[in-house]
């Protein structure tokens, strides 16, 4: 088994766990405090495991000094950074809204968009088995979320900007770190967790000045619920170790094509676990996602 499939799964988990607990935080905290708690209760996680890696691998002070001194990197990070705030409190937004789910669904097509805009704007081609296995996947999203004509008519225009938003955003975060991260030329691992660790520090300076500036009631309102932003913060730095790392070692449409079996896992939950009744429509979409599954590796 590929490295980056084992970061991949602890990503899919850690996510899973995060949204469930951000939703939660959604209630009490606005989204931009929700997304701030992403960052800066992620950082101290961040810290702790570049230090770590950079004690256990040995990497040569001069050659991360090196790296860094590349302005695409410091480009790639500051897009990256910007993009995935937006696209966090998009999301977070996105829990308000009584057709969730379908919502949620376009911005699974992450996958899709993160493959089309990496063949356009990077030259980082999938292979044939790769798109299929892209295509595949977002078909089994859309006949999960159960996407009907009504639906898409009586859903918020709102609601569509911010489930496709998300995903274009999204996208662009994936690409753009995992640009980053090559541009440094170190050990793949290590370099990830480096981007990661500077996109924290950037992210988590301006949504704190952000909510300084316009929400400064929430620095108060956030001391109250302490315990699960250090939940949400740690989960979320290990969710990003993963999703950083795969993507780094492997083309990002792939990475989140397999990061799409988190849905299929909290299926057979409510199936195993809670006695719940799936459709044939759902039962075609878990087939449809474990097919693509089966095409990234063809």
């Known amino acids: 088994m590929g490295i980056w499939i084992v970061f991949t799964i602890m990503a899919v988990v850690m996510q899973a766990v995060r949204t469930a607990a951000q939703k939660n935080m959604s209630n009490h905290l606005s989204p931009l405090t929700v997304t701030f708690v992403r960052y800066g209760f992620g950082l101290p996680v961040g810290l702790i495991y570049l230090g770590g890696l950079f004690y256990f691998l040995e990497v040569p002070w001069v050659q991360i000094s090196k790296g860094i001194e590349h302005s695409r990197f410091w480009v790639f990070v500051v897009v990256a950074s910007i993009c995935q705030i937006l696209a966090t409190a998009f999301v977070i937004k996105l829990f308000s809204y009584r057709n969730f789910s379908v919502a949620i669904a376009f911005s699974k097509t992450e996958a899709m968009m993160a493959g089309i805009f990496a063949t356009v704007f990077f030259h980082d081609y999938l292979s044939m088995y790769g798109w299929i296995a ?102 979320s730095a290990l969710g990003s170790i993963g999703w950083f790392s795969a993507m780094s070692l492997q083309q990002v449409a792939i990475v989140k094509t397999l990061g799409q079996l988190e849905i299929v896992l909290m299926l057979l939950i409510s199936i195993f676990y809670f006695k719940e009744v799936i459709s044939k429509q759902e039962w075609l979409g878990i087939g449809l996602i474990s097919m693509s599954v089966v095409f990234i590796f063809l």
């Open 134 to 235: 892209v295509v595949v996947g977002v078909i089994g999203i859309v006949l999960l979320s159960k996407i009907d004509i009504k639906q898409l008519s009586t859903m918020p225009k709102a609601a569509l900007f911010y489930g496709v938003g998300s995903g274009v955003l999204f996208a662009w975060t994936s690409l753009s770190l995992r640009e980053a991260s090559l541009v440094l030329e170190l050990p793949l691992i290590f370099s990830a967790s480096m981007t990661l660790v500077f996109m924290l520090i950037l992210q988590t300076i301006i949504c704190f000045v952000l909510i300084k500036w316009f929400e400064p009631d929430q620095i108060l309102k956030l001391k109250s619920h302490k315990s699960i932003a250090w939940f949400v913060g740690i989960t």
